[in-house]
Structures are given as structure tokens and as C-alpha cells.
């Protein structure tokens, strides 16, 4: 059984820049939650993906986007970067309702 | 608001010595609560789900217990590889969405 991978594992990008982070997951899960996590801190919902369609969304602004594949895998982008964007960008998979699974996250580092 | 404190933040240990630790929520009504494990430099790792008041889970040292306000996580004779950062997340029972709320985790420290 396949894990739930993400790329790249690290980034560096500018102000103002965009940036589409990768996530494939867990062989059989239909559902894809993106967190973005700071250091020292809990992860904080952006948003989840449920057969391809937003499913819901905490308290990012449009600039976070995001979309889900048939095959389940996802991708998060964000446009005009800030550097408040700096932190740990985190996937999970799983099938609605059930515990979710983490990957190890891609960080993401604004000069 | 919806709210999951942990508490302590950081927590430094003897191998071998019992301890738990503590998270506290405020939501409307609970659809389950979780605990993961976090290594430096990775994603959250699962370990229990609780969905009422009363239940327990277990796995190797490590057991979870939820009250109507709480949930402990009890750690006996913790070893160094214990050591890792814990977390605990909630989902609101009325979240069509089963959203996560976190707490800011518990740092565990198993001093050999």
C-alpha cells in the first residue's frame, strides 16, 4: 500500500511569486485536505477535496486554490506569494469521515 | 469558537517514567477526536480516534481515554523513540466537511 507523497519536499520563492505544491494519495482515498502548518504550531485547514469538487474551505484567502485529479491526486497553489506564506504545507488523504493520512509536507520558504 | 488547547507545550521525561498529557476542546458536539505523532521534519502520523465519552484505545505504551470535555494521553515507561511532538484534532459533529481543528501539540522528550 502506497503512502501519500508530496512534492517537491522543499521550495524557496520570492514575494509576489506562485508557487503548485503536489500530493498523491493513499491508493483508495477519495477525499484530499491541505493544512498549512507553521513552526511550533497545529496545522490550520485550507481546504478539502472530495471526488474532484471543494468540499470545504477554512479561513484562507482566494489566493489559495486548489484541485483534485480523477485519480484522486491533488495539487495547491498559491498566487502572490507573502511571506507570511513560509510554513509547512501539509496533504492527507482518506475516505470520507475516516482518519486522515499525512504526507511529510513540502516546506515552503518566501524571501 | 471552536477551540483544542494542549497543554503542557513541552514536556522532558525520564525513560521509564509514566506521565500524560492533556487536550482540552470546546466544539458544539463531537464527531470524533484523533491523535497523531509528529517526527521533526514529517507529516502527522495517526494513532487513535475516540468518538465517545468513556471509550479507550491502546496501542503498545500509549493510551488514549475521552471525557465530555478532555482526552489524556497516557504514556507508561516511555522510551526515547516516544519522543516526538503530539497532537490532538477534532471534528465537529455538524462539519459536513470533517474538518481537523488542532491543538498546538505536545512536545515529549524521553531523556535515556
Not at chain 1, 519536499?9 to 520570492?14: C, D, E, F, V, Y
Amino acid at each position: 500500500e502506497t503512502g501519500v507523497t508530496q512534492s517537491p519536499t522543499h521550495l524557496i520563492k520570492t514575494r509576489g511569486q506562485q508557487v503548485t505544491l503536489r500530493c498523491s494519495s493513499q491508493s483508495g482515498h477519495n477525499t484530499v485536505s491541505w493544512y498549512q502548518q507553521a513552526l511550533g504550531q497545529g496545522p490550520q485547514f485550507i481546504f478539502q477535496y472530495y471526488r474532484e469538487e471543494e468540499n470545504g474551505r477554512g479561513n484562507f484567502p482566494p489566493r489559495f486554490s486548489g484541485l483534485q485529479f480523477p485519480n484522486y491526486s491533488s495539487e495547491l497553489n498559491v498566487n502572490a506569494l507573502e511571506l507570511d506564506d513560509s510554513a509547512l504545507y501539509l496533504c492527507a488523504s482518506s475516505l470520507q469521515g475516516q482518519p486522515q493520512h499525512f504526507g511529510d509536507g513540502t516546506r515552503l520558504s518566501i524571501l | 469558537e471552536d477551540q483544542v488547547t494542549q497543554s503542557p507545550e513541552a514536556l522532558r521525561l525520564q525513560e521509564g517514567e509514566s506521565s500524560s498529557l492533556n487536550c482540552s476542546y470546546t466544539v458544539s458536539g463531537l464527531r470524533g477526536l484523533f491523535w497523531y505523532r509528529q517526527d521533526p521534519g514529517k507529516g502527522p502520523e495517526f494513532l487513535f480516534t475516540l468518538y465517545s465519552a468513556g471509550e479507550e484505545k491502546e496501542k503498545e505504551r500509549l493510551k488514549a481515554t475521552l471525557t465530555k470535555k478532555e482526552s489524556f494521553l497516557h504514556i507508561t515507561a516511555p522510551k526515547p523513540e516516544d519522543s516526538a511532538t503530539y497532537l490532538c484534532a477534532v471534528q465537529e459533529l455538524m462539519d459536513s466537511n470533517y474538518q481537523l481543528i488542532w491543538g498546538a501539540g505536545t512536545k515529549l522528550i524521553i531523556k535515556p
